[in-house]
């Protein structure tokens, strides 16, 4: 069960659920993993709060450098940590701005000991109050060069609460995980339900292959006050779905790929921009 263990870690969708898996399983007393990867998207496809399709003229970039790490406390309590160590965001008229995204600290606790079933608890640390202009590359009408508020931080602090539940099949190859979330945002915003499923297994003792379909909705809102920019994720609702791939170099170094992209079959995309989120990377585990 330890490589089933092992790949579980690198299963979400990079920009808009964080980079930790949804899983039943614990890390085991004093054993570790630690994953940094380079994230890019690109879309001018911006789907507005209503869930259509508006001609957006310019296209919306995003980068990031993306540090992962868990520590088995215990054998039933994983610490974790999920830090965005740079984060670069433009429009294709515009200058990119850049700076470290909401800082995540949670705690897994392994609720039963015959199997794997979790509950997750962890908070979002905001690292700025939301604001980061960017300045256009062109002149208005007028002479003026416009400004566009695009953040890395949405500038709160989010506590998600996430159950999860995993099985290993006879070969020990192959397993399966189901996951729901619900984030708890203060500030006005409103809260947001995950929930989601993993397929993944272990091809020629060496790649691990994995399937994801996780969808997001909308909780009950308060007063929307930062509504204005997608990038506060305020009304953002989804479907998405990926193929992650790690190829294990040694017993404890890998290589892993990434990419996910949206959809609206489940749940309508709503105030999103619509694209495939591309990344790579490398872990260690021990």
């Known amino acids: ?18 980079a930790q898996a949804q899983s039943g399983w614990t890390r085991e007393a004093k054993g570790f993993y630690v994953q940094a990867s380079a994230a890019h998207f690109s879309s001018n496809n911006y789907y507005t709060t209503e869930g259509t399709l508006a001609d957006q003229g310019s296209t919306f970039n995003t980068s990031a450098l993306l540090i992962y790490g868990e520590y088995g406390i215990s054998d039933r309590f994983t610490a974790i940590l999920d830090l965005p160590l740079v984060r670069l965001n433009s429009f294709s008229t515009t200058e990119t701005v850049g700076g470290v995204g909401n800082i995540q600290l949670g705690i897994k606790y392994k609720l039963l000991k015959s199997f794997p079933l979790s509950l997750q608890v962890a908070l979002d640390i905001p690292t700025n109050d939301g ?68 397929l993944g297994h272990l091809f020629f003792d060496k790649l691990y292959l994995i399937g994801k379909l996780k969808i997001q909705e909308r909780l009950s809102s308060e ?43 489940l749940v309508e995309r709503k105030n999103i921009y619509d694209g495939g989120t591309f990344s790579l990377g490398v872990s260690f585990e021990y």
């Open 223 to 265: 007063n929307n006050v930062q509504s204005g920019s997608f990038l506060f994720g305020e009304g953002t609702t989804f479907t998405n779905y990926g193929v992650t791939s790690m190829y294990k170099v040694t017993d404890h170094f890998n290589v892993v790929a990434q990419y996910s992209d949206y959809a609206g079959f």
């Open 1 to 18: 069960m330890k490589n089933i263990k092992s790949i579980i870690v690198i299963c979400c969708c990079l920009f808009t659920c964080y």
């Open 131 to 198: 604001s980061n202009f960017a300045q256009s590359t062109n002149a208005n009408a007028f002479g003026e060069f416009d400004e566009i508020n695009l953040p890395v931080s949405d500038g709160e602090f989010n506590v998600w609460t996430t159950l999860a539940a995993s099985h290993g099949f006879d070969n020990g190859k192959t397993y399966a995980s189901a996951f729901s979330s619900v984030n708890f945002r203060t500030e006005g915003f409103s809260n947001q339900l995950q929930a989601g499923v993993e």
